[in-house]
Each structure stands twice: as C-alpha cells, then as structure tokens.
C-alpha cells in the first residue's frame, strides 16, 4: 500500500524559512511525478507545485513562485518542499501527493505549517 | 487559470438520499476531472478521475459524469460514511485547481 508521509511542519515566524520532506514508500518512487497541495484552515484545497519522476521539470502556483522550491532525492525516495519568506498566508496544512496520468491519485496525512509572530 | 465552481457548497441530505453536486469549469476542460472525498481532519480521497471512472475500492453507489465544462458527482444512496467534504479539481492545465468544495451534511 502506497505510504506517503509529511514531516518537518511547525510554528515559524513571518519572513523566516521552512522545509517540509515527505517520505514514500511501497510504490516505485522515481516512476511517478510528484505534488504539494495545501490547506489553509477552514478552507479549500490548492495546489503548491509539481515535480517530474527524474526532476527535470518543476511548476509552481504564481502564489508561491520564487519563494517555494519543490525537489525530490530518488535514492531516498524523499520529496521536499523548500519554503522561503514565509507570510501568515501560507499558513496551511501541506500535503505530498502522488500523480497518475495528471490526477493525484495518493496523499500523504499532511503537516501543519504555522507563519506567526 | 482555469476557475472551477461547485455547487451547492453545503447540502444537507438523509441517509438513503440521492445526492448529486455539480461542477463548472471556466472553460473546457474535455474529460480532464477528477473528485476526492475529504473527512474532517484526513486527507483527501480520490473517488474519480477522467469525469467517470471509478478509482479501485471505490462504492459503486458513487459516479460521475459531463465533460467539457459541466460535471457532476453523484451518491445513489447516501451511506453515514459519505457525509464528508467533495472536491473536484481540473488536470486540463496547469496551475491545477479545485473546485470551493461542496459539505455534505447530516440533515
């Protein structure tokens, strides 16, 4: 069964850094793209940012372009995001997803990203 | 960016209802939908993709349908382990987006 799990969330101060791993496990890692959604609470989801299976193609949401960095180590069979000038708006739960032929088909449990003073 | 509209955002139904909730994409969108069932607290679900088919494992009380811009999810029989939170999201182009989310609740 497809295990993916978030870590590395917490309580940052605005403006400060943060970088999230998601671990996978029991799928082929380095065959699949992979993806960050968020949530902020009480509200919907939005999609963060793609990465392809070998890394050589990344896209972001305009919301967080320049300041996020998505990444994956396939020996590790980690996924990362790099989060930089963190503002109360990214405030969120973030979560690792796996994508099927363009939909995202496994979530991890997601880790909860706090941006405040 | 494409903007996907669902309605209605809450729907408040009985057990044994049939339950149907619609999504509008802002422009086609060919078949390129998928919906995901969310329970307070949990991580989204995937109940659908390419509009109509069904993911493995998924009840069958649970379909799809539409393309283009029109969609729609439905519960034949609405069972106490539906009542969650539904999201439809596009896979047309990127940036991905989702639908608000429509709250099914216990009436």
């Known amino acids: 069964q497809v295990q993916l799990v978030e870590s590395g969330g917490g309580m940052v101060q605005p403006g400060r850094s943060l970088r999230l791993s998601c671990a996978a496990s029991?799928?082929?890692?380095?065959?699949?793209?992979m993806h960050w959604v968020r949530q902020a609470p009480g509200k919907g989801l939005e999609w963060v940012a793609l990465?392809?299976?070998?890394?050589?193609?990344?896209y972001y949401a305009d919301s967080v372009r320049g300041r996020f960095t998505i990444s994956r180590d396939n020996l590790k069979n980690t996924l990362y995001l790099q989060m930089n000038s963190l503002g109360a708006e990214d405030t969120a739960v973030y979560y690792c997803?796996?994508?099927?032929?363009?939909?995202?088909?496994?979530w991890g449990q997601g880790t909860l990203v706090t941006v405040s003073s | 960016d494409i903007q996907m509209t669902q309605s209605p955002s809450t729907l408040s139904a009985s057990v044994g209802d049939r339950v149907t909730i619609t999504c509008r994409a802002s422009?086609?969108?060919?078949?390129?939908l998928a919906w995901y069932q969310q329970k307070a607290g949990k991580a989204p679900n995937l109940l659908i993709y390419?509009?109509?088919t069904l993911e493995s494992g998924v009840p069958s009380r649970f379909s799809g349908s539409g393309s283009g811009t029109d969609f729609t999810l439905t519960i034949i029989s609405l069972q106490p382990d539906d009542f969650a939170t539904y999201y439809c999201?596009?896979?047309?182009?990127?940036?991905?987006?989702f639908g608000g989310g429509t709250k099914v609740e216990i009436k």
């Open positions: 997803a796996r994508e099927d032929a363009d939909y995202l088909d496994s």
């Open positions: 029991a799928f082929p890692f380095t065959s699949f793209a």
């Open positions: 990465i392809s299976y070998d890394g050589s193609n990344r």
């Open positions: 422009q086609s969108i060919s078949s390129w």
């Open positions: 390419e509009a109509s």
């Open positions: 999201q596009q896979y047309y182009s990127y940036p991905l987006t």
